[in-house]
């Protein structure tokens, strides 16, 4: 059918929503669905087997963007199709919603964070339903309501008595805008904080931690078993994780009653390369062994140091600074004395805070070297000859080699001599093999409000206890006048803080610090499992039944920090029998960025309102009237680039958001918004609208059902034309469906079959129309659920489309039958038959010499001979 105004307004006319409005539409289907229950959950008895469909839940900041809309959308679609594919689906959806935005508008407007929070939580749950996605809100959780918060209390407190949560004394990362301590992770490479942006300082205070570095083997090595996750989230997180492997050695200090430095090498081959021994300049030892002469330079050089940036020190091109500290160790194999130095770029919470100094095979080393005028001795000669410099005091050679200036391990490779120079360690006693991980503990405290309070009491007879269970949840305090400064916020509750000692009962104190957020998500989703359970977080049945997670999807921001905490948490509490996964995300998707038209001032920097740009041929700052970039960026306020989900819902509808959103790019790539093709998916709705409009006139008998039709060998061309363009529409889709989950093109297929539809629909049989239309709801139906269904209902479909199973294809036709021949009498093309697709030679031949065309080219005499191209042609010479 084409775009023919008189057509539409006829059957438009047939509509009940007429003038078409997609919102009244969509709510009315929206309230069959809760009605039927559509989206419930199966109960575990259920015999489908369960699949797990989870997005990554919103903090609630008040309203949608479009970021988490294709969020939701593409895991609603996944859900949706699994469904009709005979899974009983879990597709919950809940709130992260402890953290610093609540605390800072309560800070600034003086509101209640808790009611600031459920506020938000009512705005976005209700823009969250107008997207139509089939998620099932009894199950909804809220990481700051009691009822939740009290099992994040319970679960620290396994971890507690598992020695997984400790306290300690720590240099910590000081956001002094947020005033709150952050994890290393939540620093930026510029030393700044993730959230605030400010530059991070450091200081020394009691913190707890969690103790992931316990799993960090299991969480590297079971990244190989994720394979439905994307290769780049797994090697950044092989990459945090950080594996080396190498080993220690110790040097004896001289002149100090045998004390030892022991140093963490991965190049333990290199020993005799060695010109010094660097420490961390706050490597415990440094007082006890300085010199007095060197005293004040130490001290100096560490002021200096605590100035520098976590990049400063770790940059490959910054310049690397010292002081020696006047003592000396023993070279454990040649006996020298070895000067001994604090350096700028030796962490001390990296390995053992100490460092064997080998210039000639080591670029900061080098640097190093070079700048104190320290011997450099190259004890690693490339096998290859070309890259052996005369002059290697100028060059440092960090690949594999063979050994010189070493003794007796001269002459070996460096992979042999590795091993060798170890193993000598070892008997000898000073190496041993050694293992070293980047990853540090997960440092969990802070010193805010708005957060799950930390379930430890400390008692002036008994020390620090934890928190019975049966005494959970520690609520949060109300009414807490929040002003940002003055450190914690709950420290200030004197009332709050003083309780009861659980073992001795005498007045004790509560533990004033609240945790990272983060760990209220790293359990959320087994809570989905078993939401309203009263003794437990959840029950292990259940768990079983649901987890892990079949398909989860986010952003790929959390690919470190969120799945890695989630991860280590699934883990720990397997080991706890709690759990029974040893992973708790089966498939991952980290879908791309929403990104919108944006203009730029390239001068300034500027970035300018599209509304404010009066030529988009050629836009101007409207200010200085120089011309703007045009680019394609993440949707941000600060970029005025956002489009307001609300607004697109409005206008198109939900159906056709979801369509474009999904049709416009795959979903790990990034999606450039573009309002014409918005409007080219509210068309093609349109087109489908007025399709099924008119066979609902046309055709009063045709009732559809979810089956489709046995053997085609009775249909005529036409309707085996339209079979097969519904067949390979199903294929097409399940393919596309799979693995690689390409809505896009599934889309395009969607468009096609309508075509072919169209085009073929006059002079096909009732049957056929009936399970091609069929087909082509129940293919729609995930993508565009509320059309999908008013198309259904239309047609006399029973129930809802959404409980119907998802089509199968036919491979009978699929089938292609005949093919066209092209004959040729003496090499001119004279006409063509049709012949069976599966005949040999012969019997295209015959078919040939028996055809009209052979008769009035021949007359009546048989050819002299006859060639045949198999599948093509056939010539015949006279
Ligand atoms: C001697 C050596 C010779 C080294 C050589 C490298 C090359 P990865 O691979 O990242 O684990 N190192 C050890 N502890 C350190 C600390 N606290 N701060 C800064 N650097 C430290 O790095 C291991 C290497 O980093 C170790 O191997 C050590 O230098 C250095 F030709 O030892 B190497
Ligand atoms: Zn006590």
């Excluded at 309560?106 to 938000?120: F, H, L, M, Q």
């Excluded at 050994?403 to 360690?425: P, Q, W, Y």
């Excluded at 309203?532 to 079949?550: C, Q, Y």
């Excluded at 948490?569 to 929403?594: C, H, W, Y």
Aim: aromatic fraction near 10%; glycine fraction near 6%; charge should be negative.
């Amino acid at each position: 059918m084409t775009e023919n105004p008189a057509n539409h307004s006829t059957a438009a006319a047939t509509l009940p929503s007429d003038p078409f409005d997609p919102v009244a539409l969509e709510t009315h289907w929206q309230h069959y669905w809760k009605q039927i229950k559509l989206d419930r959950t199966p109960d575990l008895k259920d015999p489908r087997p369960p699949f797990y469909a989870l997005s990554m839940f919103p903090y609630p900041s008040g309203s949608l963007h479009m970021g988490h809309v294709r969020n939701y959308v593409i895991t609603d679609v996944i859900a949706r199709v699994q469904r009709m594919r005979g899974y009983a689906v879990l597709h919950p959806m809940g709130w992260d919603a402890f953290g610093l935005p609540a605390e800072n508008a309560a800070i600034e407007r003086g509101t209640d964070p808790a009611e600031w929070t459920s506020y938000n939580i009512k705005q976005m749950r209700s823009q969250l339903n107008q997207l139509g996605l089939s998620i099932d809100w009894q199950r909804e959780q809220t990481t700051c309501s009691e009822n939740y918060y009290r099992w994040t209390q319970w679960l620290f407190l396994e971890l507690f008595e598992a020695g997984l949560a400790y306290q300690k004394e720590a240099t910590v990362n000081w956001d002094p805008v947020d005033q709150t301590v952050l994890a290393n992770e939540q620093v930026d490479s510029g030393g700044r904080s993730w959230r605030s942006g400010a530059m991070v300082e450091i200081k020394q205070l009691k913190q707890w931690f969690l103790k992931i570095t316990a799993y960090a083997d299991k969480l590297l090595d079971d990244l190989d078993q994720l394979h439905g996750w994307p290769e780049r989230v797994r090697t950044m997180q092989a990459n945090w994780i950080g594996r080396s492997r190498g080993a220690e050695i110790d040097f004896t200090i001289i002149g100090h009653n045998s004390t030892k430095i022991t140093v963490f090498t991965t190049r333990p081959e290199t020993l005799f390369g060695v010109s010094y021994v660097a420490l961390a300049p706050d490597h415990p030892i440094v007082d006890s062994i300085t010199d007095p002469k060197h005293q004040q330079s130490v001290k100096s050089f560490r002021d200096f140091v605590s100035s520098l940036s976590f990049e400063d020190r770790t940059t490959e091109d910054k310049t690397k600074q010292g002081v020696p500290i006047g003592a000396a160790v023993l070279h454990p194999l040649t006996g020298d004395a070895i000067p001994v130095w604090i350096a700028d770029y030796v962490l001390g919470d990296y390995g053992y805070g100490a460092v064997m100094g080998v210039p000639s095979h080591d670029e900061r080393d080098f640097s190093f070297a070079h700048r104190y005028k320290l011997p450099i001795l190259p004890v690693i000669q490339p096998t290859d000859e070309n890259l052996c410099s005369p002059n290697y005091e100028e060059q440092v050679w960090s690949g594999p080699g063979v050994l010189i200036h070493s003794a007796e391990f001269s002459g070996m490779t460096s992979d042999i001599a590795k091993d060798a120079i170890v193993r000598c360690g070892e008997t000898k006693g000073w190496a041993r093999k050694r293992v070293q991980y980047r990853i540090r503990d997960w440092l969990i405290s802070r010193q805010r409000y708005w957060g799950c309070p930390i379930p430890i009491v400390y008692c002036d007879h008994c020390g620090m206890l934890p928190v019975p269970k049966e005494q959970l949840p520690i609520k949060l305090p109300k009414g807490v006048r929040l002003s940002g400064h003055s450190g914690s916020p709950l420290g200030g509750q004197i009332d709050w803080v003083k309780t009861d000692c659980p073992c001795c009962g005498a007045v004790a104190k509560r533990e004033t610090d609240t945790m990272d957020t983060f760990m209220c998500s790293s359990w959320y989703f087994l809570r989905f499992a078993d939401p309203v359970n009263l003794d437990m977080p959840f029950d292990l049945e259940a768990i079983h039944h649901w987890l892990p997670v079949s398909q989860y999807v986010g952003g790929v921001e959390h690919a470190i920090l969120h799945l890695l905490y989630a991860r280590f948490l699934t883990k720990a509490l397997r080991d706890r029998g709690l759990v029974s996964i040893n992973e708790p995300f089966e498939r991952l998707l980290t879908q791309g960025m929403v990104q919108g038209l944006t203009y730029r001032n390239s001068v300034s920097g500027r970035y300018v309102a599209p509304t404010q740009v009066i030529d988009p041929d050629n836009p101007r700052d409207p200010d200085s009237g120089e011309s703007l970039e045009v680019l394609f960026e993440k949707m941000s306020k600060s970029k005025y680039n956002g489009v307001d989900p609300n607004c697109v819902i409005n206008r198109y509808g939900a159906d056709t958001a979801r369509m474009f959103i999904l049709f416009k790019a795959p979903p790990e790539k990034n999606l450039e918004w573009d309002n014409a093709d918005v409007e080219g998916q509210y068309r093609f709705l349109q087109r489908l609208r007025r399709l099924i409009c008119s066979l609902h006139r046309s055709r009063i008998n045709l009732k559809i059902k979810a089956s489709s039709i046995k053997a085609s060998s009775a249909l005529n061309n036409n309707d085996r034309e339209i079979r097969r363009a519904v067949h390979s529409a199903i294929y097409a889709i399940d393919e596309d469906l799979s693995d690689k989950m390409q809505f896009n093109t599934a889309i395009s297929e969607l468009m096609k079959l309508s075509n072919a539809i169209t085009s073929l629909l006059e002079d096909a049989a009732d049957i056929v129309v009936s399970e091609a239309v069929s087909t082509l709801i129940r293919l729609l139906a995930p993508f565009a659920p509320h059309l999908a269904e008013e198309f259904w209902q239309m047609l006399g479909g029973e129930d809802s489309v959404h409980q119907q199973c998802w089509p199968n294809y036919d491979p009978e036709a699929l089938k292609v039958e005949s093919i066209r021949i092209v004959i040729q009498v003496k090499g001119k093309v004279r006409g063509s038959i049709n012949v069976p697709i599966d005949s040999d030679s012969e019997t295209v031949e015959r078919l040939a010499l028996g055809s009209e065309i052979a008769h009035k080219w021949l007359q009546g005499s048989l050819p002299s001979r006859v060639i045949v191209v198999p599948g093509r042609l056939v010539n015949l010479v006279p």
